[in-house]
């Protein structure tokens, strides 16, 4: 049966487990550190970064992919973050900053990051519209507006912003530390709902994508794999084209092959199930992501956790959660040395003081 073959091949796991190789963790991000620039929040890495010249939105965006391969300009995606940023941005004595936007061709805004634009806190609540013959991507966040909203500079209706500020800010998708993933591709065939299952016996779960590092690295896997070259992921999408990963996030990361997943009629009563495959017409050494029937028989890809990455995800939770209840500062272990630094000067002034007091009471009996 398809559980025995599951159970014979997960004897033999040694061999088909890997560990990620791309990406940065929060330690990797805050290594050479200069001025505080970069810290951590929930899963990602900013820099706050200063260019004396200025740079306009496309080009600060180009900088941030140049810098770290993956991420760009700052995007948005819950109030957490926002007022995250805020906060940040006060804490640097910064006003203003654009964000990673652009128009499209419909008349609306997207990011460039391509995450979804969930979250929106524009200035009054309206964004500016083509109608208020006012369209363009010049988009800032301002630290003096009411809940710091997002406003348009500029005048008119534009595809590009020509304004440039000297700050901006890189936003970078972290990973866990190494060795906190362990991936197991099944050479077995079946239905997507019955791969989710077979996952789950071993508390294990489809594997979520969650941005191209991760794509990169399944790709090599299924490389060396060499007989395996398209599996069931843990994404699936409603009648509503909303796409979820199994963990019920809302899929951030996608990169869809060619004509998926608007092209694709997929005939379910429930929804459609997602693939992935490393044959890519790109040919950019990672896979993309296909629109399949739920019950089409495919081998697909297991994920679990390790302990290391159950506990960096509780120390990231933990240390976000100061920033949401009290209004203090994530996760920054340069913040610690730095406070610790500033207690222990005003513990030595305290004892240099009394050192001096001593001296001078010494040198008054001496007098005497």
């Known amino acids: 049966s398809t559980m025995t073959k599951l159970l014979l091949i997960f004897s033999l796991l040694v061999a088909f487990i890997i560990k990620p190789s791309h990406g940065f963790t929060c330690e990797d991000f805050l290594l050479d550190n200069k001025q505080d620039r970069k810290i951590c929040f929930d899963d990602f890495g900013y820099d706050f970064r200063h260019e004396p010249f200025g740079l306009t939105i496309e080009e600060a965006n180009e900088e941030c992919e140049d810098v770290y391969g993956s991420g760009g300009l700052i995007s948005i995606q819950n109030e957490d973050e926002n007022k995250f940023l805020i906060n940040e941005l006060k804490y640097r004595k910064l006003k203003t900053v654009f964000l990673g936007m652009k128009t499209n061709d419909e008349g609306s805004y997207e990011w460039l990051d391509q995450s979804p634009m969930i979250y929106t806190n524009w200035e009054n609540g309206r964004r500016p519209t083509i ?11 301002d630290v003096t507006a009411t809940n710091g909203s997002w406003s348009a500079l500029g005048e008119g209706v534009s595809e590009s912003c020509p304004l440039v500020k000297t700050d901006y800010v890189c936003k970078v998708p972290l990973i866990p530390p190494m060795e906190s993933f362990n991936h197991f591709v099944s050479d077995d065939r079946t239905s997507w709902e019955s791969a989710n299952d077979s996952c789950s016996l071993f508390r294990m779960s489809l594997v979520i994508i969650n941005d191209v ?13 060499g007989r395996v070259r ?8 409603n009648k509503q084209g909303k796409y979820r990963w199994v963990s019920d996030d809302l899929s951030v990361y996608r990169d869809w092959c060619p004509g998926h997943p608007n092209d694709i009629k997929i005939i379910s009563e429930v929804n459609d199930c997602v693939t992935y495959t490393i044959d890519n017409e790109k040919d950019d050494d990672k896979g993309c992501f296909s629109v399949e ?5 495919l081998p697909f890809i297991c994920e679990r956790e390790t302990e290391e990455q159950i506990l960096f995800r509780q120390k990231i939770s933990e240390l976000t959660k100061t920033i949401r209840e009290n209004g203090g500062r994530p996760y920054c272990p340069n913040c610690v040395k730095r406070e610790n630094e ?7 002034k305290v004892v240099d003081q009394k050192k001096q007091e001593k001296e001078k009471k010494l040198r008054r009996g001496r007098l005497q």
């Open 342 to 348: 500033k207690r222990e000067a005003a513990r030595q």
């Open 131 to 141: 109608e208020d013959e006012f369209l363009n991507p010049c988009i800032e966040i």
């Open 213 to 225: 590092n991760e794509n990169k690295m399944l790709y090599e896997l299924l490389q060396q794999n």
């Open 230 to 237: 398209k599996v069931w992921i843990g994404l699936s999408g």
């Open 293 to 297: 029937k739920c019950d089409q028989v």
